[in-house]
């Protein structure tokens, strides 16, 4: 009997390692190919180069053109730290509402809010579009800030009213007793309560925002504003001969941030969508 548990674990463990293995792979081939000539990228799957090439990091960072890719890797920050900050905010006061307050057509604006959710993304392209044209903020990052701002994204609502639900009235009925007005009730006692569903906000808007490319390439035309994904692409060029181990290399540190952001943050985000506001 012994034995068999035994065979039990040592199998799952080997497919664990196989199946993380195959996940991280491409990761690691992306690394050792920063150090790879054009042809052994072509012509080999191994992740360790046969004749290192030191150069592509530094090359890639100057670029080929007048900006930097520190330039495009910046202008990601000021686009995305915004949009993560407001969506945190705004998420944080609709969930709030619609968990602890009563007011007229509540169910209505709620279901509608869900509904939202069933809407691909691209039926709204063109509107949205002309929305931010008519308002004079395209060639901007306020196209990304300005619907954060308002709380127009209804999974991340949803998901801190989910949350919010989770936590017991008893505790804003005792905050009220200790003098506590409902703001003052959200920010000392239910937010330091929702770190796990603020956590996973931040990891999902971060790492989409990061990695969008459809709505940059819509908003955003000046070269000198282009995020990161924008300004690996200008890098390639079929006209010319592509240096892909540049390519690979400022990939490579164009995915350190989400990926740090993940580590750092694993805890409280596994936690949020483990429970997703189910609490006893």
């Given amino acids: 009997m012994k034995k068999h548990k035994r065979l039990r674990i040592i199998t799952a463990y080997a497919v664990l390692l196989l199946l993380g293995y195959a996940m991280v792979y491409p990761l690691f081939w992306m690394f050792g190919a920063s150090f790879k000539s054009n042809a052994e990228i072509f012509g080999s ?10 150069d592509a990091f530094a090359n890639g960072w100057k670029g080929s053109g007048q900006y930097t890719f520190g330039t495009f890797l910046l202008n990601t920050f000021y686009l995305v730290v915004p949009t ?3 969506t945190v905010l705004s998420s944080l006061l609709v969930g709030y509402g619609f968990a602890r307050f009563r007011f007229p057509f509540k169910k209505m604006l709620f279901q509608i809010m869900l509904s939202t959710l069933m809407l691909p993304a691209t039926v709204i392209v063109i509107p949205r579009y002309i929305f931010f044209k008519n308002m004079g903020v395209l060639n901007s990052y306020w196209p990304f800030i300005i619907p954060a701002i308002l ?21 804003d009925e005792s905050a009220k007793m ?17 770190k796990p569903a603020v956590f996973s906000v931040i990891v999902f808007q971060f790492v989409w925002t990061w990695n969008d490319f459809f709505n940059a390439l819509i908003y955003i035309s000046s070269v000198n504003k282009y995020p990161v994904a ?34 750092l943050a694993q805890n409280y985000f596994v936690e949020g969508i483990a429970t997703t506001g189910i609490k006893d």
């Fill in 45 to 54: 799957v191994n992740i360790i180069p046969k004749t290192p090439v030191f």
């Fill in 84 to 86: 993560v900050f407001f």
């Fill in 151 to 171: 709380g127009a994204f209804p999974f991340f609502n949803f998901m801190m009213v989910q949350f919010f639900r989770g936590i017991p009235m008893e505790l």
């Fill in 178 to 194: 200790d003098g506590c007005n409902s703001f003052t009730t959200l920010t000392r006692i239910l937010v330091p309560l929702c």
């Fill in 230 to 263: 924008l300004g690996l692409r200008m890098g390639i060029d079929i006209s010319a001969n592509i240096s892909w181990n540049q390519i690979l290399a400022m990939s490579t540190l164009s995915i350190l941030p989400p990926v740090l952001l993940f580590f």
